[in-house]
């Protein structure tokens, strides 16, 4: 059996939350599983490449906000951001799901749609703990179990250990994939990566 | 009649190279005429922007390289550079076709395809006069009238009016389109470029 597809996001990243909505389908069409990992861009891996996160840079910044709204129009997805801007940490949302994928891999799909929706749909702040307890109770998830392990302090050394991976990998982005070691960066990259799957390659 | 699409591009660019084989044929099938313009990234925009050009960034940089020769092998491109990393600068080049592009707007594009063809194939460096000049013999056109405009100054004062355009209209990165204002990055955006002609927008 192949290996599965790798989805590498940051839980604030707009792109990524659009891509989660469709690589689990792109990958299930070729008989492939997929493996979702959290991670940190902006307070993480900006400072390896020595650049401010990419929303803040003049020009571009502005071209991401109206591209992300157009790609919601085009694709029909809910998405009430006016700006892709970040208005949370993604550090809490970020631990929580590297926790589940590990201790709960069954039910860390659910976690991240609930997450990501209530981030970009219910525009709630993700990075309080009152929200992501609301996430995990969405997952059938217990927030006491949570809390417990966030105490114990495994999560923070989880996405820790991912940011270092993403870094050692060469992701600079989110969202991010792996096929087979290929990387593909982008939203926009889905359909090369669905052409690569169905060639076998190039 | 519509306005032509844009399409904004910086000879040194191989996603820029790899655009222009495809802008014409795109616009075409929804009856557009296309307006090609050069300007420089590296030495003019990422100024702007506060960061280094993207190729000597860190992560990316390096995915660059292995982007741009698998595109290559995708579509079939012909692409000998082992690395999209500049060798040239795209100054001489650049000022050559924004001076073709108003004075023989007829063979500018068979200019600008004799200059991508022999940086990126050819390997040449389009940065040499005699490069540019035999460039411009492919095109059909004289390198004794360009070199008499060069001594005039004024490709060089079109292209600095280009690069200001580009930065004031919000351009970041080569390729870049505009249809009907509407902005488009990168030569993976060709497809939702091609949707939204087809749909009339969204």
Chains 1, 2 share one sequence.
């Not at 703990?129 to 995990?136: C, G, K, P, Y």
Request: net charge neutral; glycine share 10%.
């Amino acid at each position: 059996m192949k290996p599965p597809i790798e989805f590498w996001f940051d839980f604030i990243s707009p792109f990524g939350y659009f891509a989660s909505l469709r690589i689990d389908g792109l990958a299930a069409a070729y008989g492939r599983q997929t493996d979702w990992t959290s991670m940190l861009l902006g307070v993480s891996v900006n400072k390896v490449m020595g650049i401010p996160p990419v929303i803040d840079l003049p020009l571009k910044g502005e071209y991401l906000v109206r591209d992300a709204q157009r790609y919601a129009r085009q694709h029909g997805v809910p998405y009430r951001r006016s700006s892709p801007h970040p208005t949370s940490s993604p550090l809490l949302a970020g631990r929580c799901f590297a926790w589940a994928r590990t201790s709960h891999p069954r039910e860390a799909r659910a976690l991240a749609a609930a997450l990501f929706r209530r981030y970009f749909v219910d525009i709630e702040d993700i990075g309080a703990e009152a929200v992501v307890s609301a996430a995990l109770q969405d997952a059938g998830l217990d927030p006491l179990e949570w809390q417990d392990a966030l105490r114990g302090g495994a999560p923070a050394k989880l996405l820790r250990g991912n940011v270092e991976r993403a870094i050692a990998r060469g992701v600079f982005g989110s969202p991010f994939f792996f096929a087979d070691g290929e990387p593909f960066f982008g939203v926009e990259k889905l359909p090369v990566l669905d052409a690569w799957l169905q060639s076998g390659g190039w």
